[in-house]
């Protein structure tokens, strides 16, 4: 479960057109431990599972913009703490809260478009 080809399948196994490769892969991805190496790397998690989360969020198929909301709520239970636009706390009710306003700004930035 150390492995980096390993999370790098489940984390692509997220954009899957099947939902239960999605559901799955989601599952073993929030069990692992949050001192897994890749989940604990600042730069891996902000440089390739946030900006590809904001990716797949603009992609117009249903399977795959699903996988953003999947890559967002990974964020959410396990990366908190190292988000960049996150500010650490000793709250985690505060951090989640930090997450969801960052998010709920890029939602309305992206309604101005329409």
């Not at 190496?37 to 795959?64: E, G, Y």
């Not at 996988?67 to 505060?94: P, Q």
Request: charged share 25%; proline share 2%.
């Amino acid at each position: 479960m150390e492995s980096k080809a390993l999370f790098m399948y489940l984390l692509n196994g997220l954009k899957s057109s099947w939902v239960l490769v999605r559901i799955d892969s989601y599952y073993l991805l929030s069990h692992m431990p949050d001192s897994h190496h890749l989940l604990s790397d600042r730069d891996f998690v902000n440089k390739v599972i946030w900006s590809t989360a904001l990716d797949f969020s603009s992609n117009p198929k249903a399977m795959i913009s699903e996988g953003a909301g999947l890559h967002m709520k990974l964020l959410f239970t396990k990366c908190l703490r190292i988000l960049d636009f996150v500010k650490e706390t000793e709250s985690e009710r505060d951090m989640q809260l930090q997450f969801c306003v960052h998010v709920l700004a890029i939602i309305k930035d992206r309604l101005k478009n329409f």
